[in-house]
């Protein structure tokens, strides 16, 4: 029998045993085309015609997370390649000792591995070319393209781009393959399934004093990021990162160690077959550690960006809600919009329908550390780097009232003595909000002004997608008006819906607005100085709707394409790994049968194992996320959001999906095995 003939007869004979690796290689590939297909399908074509440059981002961001993906699915191959070497080394012993010659032991080695690589390389191209599609107009719903042209398109690039990573990793695998055989004995491959693998901590007592040292230094360092995290610099923030990954290690090396112990003192460690499952957990613990503090801190990743992913993304959304009520806002220094505009031959009067222009002012009497006065030190606290010193924007109640009817909001009621707040900055009004409902008050031209409402006013006078204002305070036009007040205008707003009303048509305007005053509207972006001297803030309705729609498809892409990818490597490996120490179980529940414990104490006790290696390290990554989570959460309230809520319940769901497959799979697949 050729060597072809015998690995195609050994895959059929031994498939249990690939299934899961299979499995697993065909999700990878798929994964991997659908992706990398995104930016050549026909339909993507309609999307980057739309004029939203953040197909582009997407592409780019995507082609560079994928090399990252092959480097991942590259080692999962091979470290899972590794277990079905490992099932198989007396196998191999028995074909050496029958006469064969190691180059023909490997030969058929390298036959199999190219049958499974090209098999599934096959079936799942075919699941990515079909997936891609879905995908594709998934993509251009997001990017509000019309699918109604839609296509079937095959991505030559993408299907060439895989093909040729995957290959490289079969051809690292061939040789892993070839140089393991080489270097066993006959003895070795022989007595392959007698041999435990060599235990880490071998000392009880060192394990317990090593388990408890690596708690406290994850403790310590996930409260220190997650409580702490926006004040740490650089170089700390670093050394918490090493000392987590550290204390992981340490903590998965002596954890075997410690949990024997301490299972073993409780009173019902000798009911049933518990002695066996903890028996079993631990040795497999003590011999995976490596592997299994690995899984974990990618799980901490995986479910890090699915929960903040996805609240990011439904934050955007909800704000995109209601975020364009009119065509443009402009914010212009030291000249009138109208006047700017004019001076650059593009006449108010010519594109806009209404408009509304309005002075900005601002007072030294009035900053923005006065309008969190009781509250002021705790604020410097939390934001050492503040300027609680810079003036705070203000508004006169009528001049506000008129954007409040531009944007079709309720209009502000302020007495002659009151003031109120309008922002939508979180981060801010978490300081804001009790200092108004401690009655904080301003003093401004010697009289005191109050609060109007027990709270800050949700609001914004610029459109954005994100966080659009540091705040304004609103008072009433008499307090400003006043010939002795202190108050100077700063800016002015120019709020304007267009002529036009169509899509196309705004996009029109837009670029003859741009085309003038782009420069300074860029300059202002990146903290710079105008080319002109003046400054400029503009955002219209086209830009905030395709801006918000881009960051959330990114953001939504990358998220699952990373995040999909680590928890199928971690289950794979965990799977692969009980499946290959099921085999040398066999002997053990043939004991057990022996002794007398039934087909259930049977299978609850393999059900337990099993369960206890995929919970363990789920259970480290989600106590470190939630700390982790928090440490984020600071983050992203820089630009309004508060909640992760959202996508913590999309993590859990897609845990549940992929994970939870796995184990079920694991479970039934050592069932068999066993049995």
Same mark, same amino acid.
């Given at each position: 029998?050729?060597?072809?003939?015998?690995?195609?007869?050994?895959?059929?004979?031994?498939?249990?045993?690939?299934?899961?690796?299979?499995?697993?290689?065909?999700?990878?590939?798929?994964?991997?085309?659908?992706?990398?297909?995104?930016?050549?399908?026909?339909?993507?074509?309609?999307?980057?015609?739309?004029?939203?440059?953040?197909?582009?981002?997407?592409?780019?961001?995507?082609?560079?997370?994928?090399?990252?993906?092959?480097?991942?699915?590259?080692?999962?191959?091979?470290?899972?390649?590794?277990?079905?070497?490992?099932?198989?080394?007396?196998?191999?012993?028995?074909?050496?000792?029958?006469?064969?010659?190691?180059?023909?032991?490997?030969?058929?080695?390298?036959?199999?591995?190219?049958?499974?690589?090209?098999?599934?390389?096959?079936?799942?191209?075919?699941?990515?070319?079909?997936?891609?599609?879905?995908?594709?107009?998934?993509?251009?719903?997001?990017?509000?393209?019309?699918?109604?042209?839609?296509?079937?398109?095959?991505?030559?690039?993408?299907?060439?781009?895989?093909?040729?990573?995957?290959?490289?990793?079969?051809?690292?695998?061939?040789?892993?393959?070839?140089?393991?055989?080489?270097?066993?004995?006959?003895?070795?491959?022989?007595?392959?399934?007698?041999?435990?693998?060599?235990?880490?901590?071998?000392?009880?007592?060192?394990?317990?004093?090593?388990?408890?040292?690596?708690?406290?230094?994850?403790?310590?360092?996930?409260?220190?990021?997650?409580?702490?995290?926006?004040?740490?610099?650089?170089?700390?923030?670093?050394?918490?990162?090493?000392?987590?990954?550290?204390?992981?290690?340490?903590?998965?090396?002596?954890?075997?160690?410690?949990?024997?112990?301490?299972?073993?003192?409780?009173?019902?460690?000798?009911?049933?077959?518990?002695?066996?499952?903890?028996?079993?957990?631990?040795?497999?613990?003590?011999?995976?550690?490596?592997?299994?503090?690995?899984?974990?801190?990618?799980?901490?990743?995986?479910?890090?960006?699915?929960?903040?992913?996805?609240?990011?993304?439904?934050? %955007?959304?909800?704000?995109?809600?209601?975020?364009?009520?009119?065509?443009?806002?402009?914010?212009?220094?030291?000249?009138?919009?109208?006047?700017?505009?004019?001076?650059?031959?593009?006449?108010?009067?010519?594109?806009?329908?209404?408009?509304?222009?309005?002075?900005?002012?601002?007072?030294?009497?009035?900053?923005?550390?006065?309008?969190?006065?009781?509250?002021?030190?705790?604020?410097?606290?939390?934001?050492?780097?503040?300027?609680?010193?810079?003036?705070?924007?203000?508004?006169? %109640?009528?001049?506000?009232?008129?954007?409040?009817?531009?944007?079709?909001?309720?209009?502000?009621?302020?007495?002659?003595?009151?003031?109120?707040?309008?922002?939508?900055?979180?981060?801010?009004?978490?300081?804001?909000?009790?200092?108004?409902?401690?009655?904080?008050?301003?003093?401004?031209?010697?009289?005191?002004?109050?609060?109007?409402?027990?709270?800050?006013?949700?609001?914004?006078?610029?459109?954005?997608?994100?966080?659009?204002?540091?705040?304004?305070?609103?008072?009433?036009?008499?307090?400003?008006?006043?010939?002795?007040?202190?108050?100077?205008?700063?800016?002015?707003?120019?709020?304007?819906?267009?002529?036009?009303?169509?899509?196309?048509?705004?996009?029109?305007?837009?670029?003859?607005?741009?085309?003038?005053?782009?420069?300074?509207?860029?300059?202002?972006?990146?903290?710079?100085?105008?080319?002109?001297?003046?400054?400029?803030?503009?955002?219209?309705?086209?830009?905030?709707?395709?801006?918000?729609?881009?960051?959330?498809?990114?953001?939504?892409?990358?998220?699952?394409?990373?995040?999909?990818?680590?928890?199928?490597?971690?289950?794979?490996?965990?799977?692969?790994?009980?499946?290959?120490?099921?085999?040398?179980?066999?002997?053990?529940?043939?004991?057990?049968?022996?002794?007398?414990?039934?087909?259930?104490?049977?299978?609850?006790?393999?059900?337990?194992?099993?369960?206890?290696?995929?919970?363990?390290?789920?259970?480290?990554?989600?106590?470190?996320?939630?700390?982790?989570?928090?440490?984020?959460?600071? %983050?992203?309230?820089?630009?309004?959001?508060?909640?992760?809520?959202?996508?913590?319940?999309?993590?859990?769901?897609?845990?549940?999906?992929?994970?939870?497959?796995?184990?079920?799979?694991?479970?039934?697949?050592?069932?068999?095995?066993?049995?």
């Amino acid at each position: 029998m050729n060597s072809f003939k015998l690995a195609l007869k050994n895959i059929r004979k031994s498939w249990s045993d690939y299934t899961v690796y299979f499995l697993t290689l065909i999700i990878g590939v798929a994964i991997f085309y659908m992706f990398n297909s995104i930016g050549t399908q026909g339909i993507m074509e309609d999307v980057s015609k739309s004029g939203n440059d953040k197909v582009k981002m997407l592409i780019t961001a995507i082609e560079v997370v994928s090399v990252a993906v092959a480097v991942v699915l590259g080692l999962l191959i091979i470290y899972a390649n590794n277990f079905l070497i490992k099932r198989r080394k007396k196998e191999f012993g028995i074909y050496l000792l029958l006469g064969m010659s190691k180059k023909k032991v490997s030969k058929i080695l390298v036959c199999e591995t190219c049958i499974v690589g090209a098999v599934s390389m096959l079936v799942g191209l075919l699941v990515g070319i079909f997936g891609s599609q879905f995908l594709s107009i998934i993509v251009a719903k997001m990017f509000a393209v019309d699918v109604t042209s839609y296509t079937f398109s095959i991505s030559r690039k993408a299907a060439v781009i895989t093909v040729i990573s995957f290959i490289m990793i079969f051809f690292v695998v061939l040789l892993f393959n070839t140089g393991t055989i080489s270097k066993y004995k006959l003895i070795d491959l022989i007595n392959a399934e007698k041999k435990g693998e060599k235990q880490i901590i071998k000392n009880t007592k060192i394990s317990i004093v090593l388990f408890i040292v690596s708690m406290i230094i994850l403790v310590i360092a996930y409260i220190r990021i997650g409580i702490y995290g926006n004040r740490i610099m650089g170089r700390e923030f670093a050394f918490l990162a090493g000392l987590i990954v550290v204390g992981t290690f340490v903590m998965f090396w002596s954890f075997a160690g410690f949990f024997q112990s301490v299972m073993s003192r409780n009173k019902g460690y000798k009911k049933g077959l518990n002695s066996f499952v903890v028996r079993q957990f631990s040795g497999n613990m003590n011999t995976s550690a490596f592997s299994f503090a690995l899984i974990s801190l990618l799980l901490m990743a995986a479910i890090c960006a699915f929960s903040s992913g996805f609240s990011f993304r439904t934050y %955007l959304n909800k704000r995109l809600g209601n975020a364009t009520p009119v065509d443009l806002t402009m914010r212009v220094w030291s000249v009138k919009p109208t006047e700017y505009l004019a001076s650059k031959g593009i006449a108010v009067d010519g594109w806009a329908k209404e408009y509304i222009e309005l002075p900005v002012y601002e007072s030294n009497e009035i900053t923005i550390g006065d309008t969190v006065a009781p509250v002021l030190e705790e604020a410097k606290k939390t934001f050492m780097h503040a300027n609680w010193e810079s003036t705070e924007n203000v508004m006169r %109640l009528s001049d506000y009232n008129k954007i409040e009817r531009a944007f079709g909001r309720e209009e502000l009621k302020v007495a002659d003595d009151q003031y109120a707040v309008v922002s939508d900055f979180d981060l801010l009004n978490q300081f804001q909000i009790p200092s108004i409902k401690q009655g904080n008050k301003f003093n401004v031209g010697g009289k005191e002004y109050g609060p109007a409402y027990d709270s800050v006013n949700y609001e914004y006078i610029l459109m954005s997608g994100l966080t659009a204002s540091m705040g304004t305070i609103v008072l009433p036009d008499a307090a400003v008006d006043d010939e002795n007040s202190s108050f100077r205008v700063d800016s002015y707003l120019l709020i304007a819906d267009y002529k036009t009303s169509d899509k196309t048509g705004r996009y029109e305007t837009d670029a003859l607005i741009m085309d003038q005053v782009g420069a300074s509207v860029e300059a202002a972006d990146n903290g710079e100085d105008a080319p002109d001297g003046i400054n400029i803030q503009l955002s219209t309705k086209n830009q905030v709707e395709d801006a918000s729609i881009g960051i959330s498809v990114i953001v939504v892409f990358l998220v699952l394409y990373i995040g999909v990818v680590f928890v199928v490597a971690c289950a794979a490996i965990i799977a692969l790994k009980l499946l290959s120490d099921s085999i040398d179980s066999i002997r053990k529940f043939r004991i057990l049968t022996r002794i007398g414990a039934g087909e259930d104490m049977r299978k609850k006790a393999l059900f337990m194992q099993v369960l206890m290696n995929f919970l363990l390290p789920l259970i480290s990554a989600s106590f470190g996320s939630i700390f982790i989570l928090v440490f984020i959460k600071g %983050l992203l309230a820089s630009v309004g959001m508060v909640s992760l809520g959202p996508g913590i319940a999309v993590s859990a769901l897609i845990m549940l999906l992929i994970y939870g497959g796995y184990f079920l799979t694991t479970y039934e697949g050592c069932r068999k095995i066993i049995r």
